[in-house]
């Protein structure tokens, strides 16, 4: 078995690659003054990971990064900026129609069929709150359809240079829409641009009151990423994802020791497992930061 690790090990450094370590993970490190190789592993439940210094794109931690996966509700980032990206009026007022129902998972939403409101509040609940039925009513009144939507979704990706990357619907509901680590490393990297997509991932709370057909109803909404309210956290953009298939997800661009930093984690085991790993992957950078400059 060490032959073969070797073996492989050889091959990935002949092409430029970290190693590969032999519990399976790829441990990289950053020999500059911002960050250095860590003394010890880093320990992660997480299925795949990718850590990155944003400002130089050079990985901190990768884990099964080329591994290709459903990414859930990770979607809605990809959405955002295909919406954002088409020009059409936020301020529009848009419904939510039966087609917008989840059929597919039976997920529950405050929404109700009928629902009006405008186009800016159904992103803000499609990013912040990770709205199913806010999401699929974006793609559904965009210019020819869900279909057109879901074509500029893949079109984007490819822009972005997102190869392992395939999106079928605009919520991430169905386990058809895969990524790996480190495509998705570069579409938060993309989506982080966007000041709108920073300011609604980052809301920790929404109170909106709705227009339906029969009466007026105020709807409260929370940030489903719980580390939004944390004072340890510097966070600029956040994002959640779940589906069986796909397991718990989250991605995020955070300041940690003064620098920028992309965190992807993918099929996360339990409900807790990727806040726990953020936090983790948090205390690492930190006290390594701390090691270096003491």
Request: hydrophobic letters at 45%.
């Amino acid at each position: 078995m060490k032959v073969i690790l070797g073996f492989v090990s050889l091959c990935l450094a002949v092409c430029g690659l970290p190693a590969l370590a032999a519990d399976g993970i790829v441990h990289t490190g950053i020999n500059q003054s911002r960050f250095s190789a860590k003394p010890v592993a880093l320990r992660l439940r997480s299925s795949a990971v990718l850590v990155l210094a944003q400002d130089s794109g050079e990985p901190l931690f990768a884990k099964n990064i080329d591994q290709i996966m459903p990414i859930a509700s990770i979607t809605k980032l990809m959405t955002a900026m295909v919406l954002l990206d088409s020009g059409l009026p936020l301020l529009e007022s848009i419904d939510i129609d039966k087609s917008d129902v989840d059929r597919k998972k039976g997920s529950r939403s405050k929404l109700q069929v009928g629902t009006t409101l405008m186009r800016a509040e159904m992103l803000k609940l499609a990013l912040m709150a990770s709205e199913n039925r806010a999401a699929a009513a974006l793609a559904r009144n965009f210019p020819g359809g869900t279909d057109a939507f879901v074509a500029a979704m893949n079109q984007k990706a490819a822009e972005l240079g997102m190869v392992n990357t395939h999106f079928e619907d605009p919520t991430g509901l169905t386990p058809d829409n895969v990524s790996t680590a480190e495509d998705l490393a570069k579409m938060v990297a993309a989506a982080h641009t966007y000041p709108l997509i920073r300011e609604y991932t980052t809301s920790d709370s929404f109170k909106i009151e709705s227009e339906g057909k029969r009466r007026h109803r105020l709807l409260s909404y929370v940030n489903s990423n719980r580390l939004i309210k944390s004072r340890q956290w510097d966070i600029g953009l956040s994002k959640t994802g779940y589906i069986s298939e796909a397991g718990r997800c989250l991605v995020m661009q955070a300041m940690i020791a003064d620098k920028p930093v992309i965190i992807v984690l993918l099929d996360s085991w339990g409900k807790l497992s990727r806040i726990a790993d953020a936090n983790r992957i948090k205390r690492w950078i930190e006290l390594d930061v701390l090691r270096i400059s003491g």
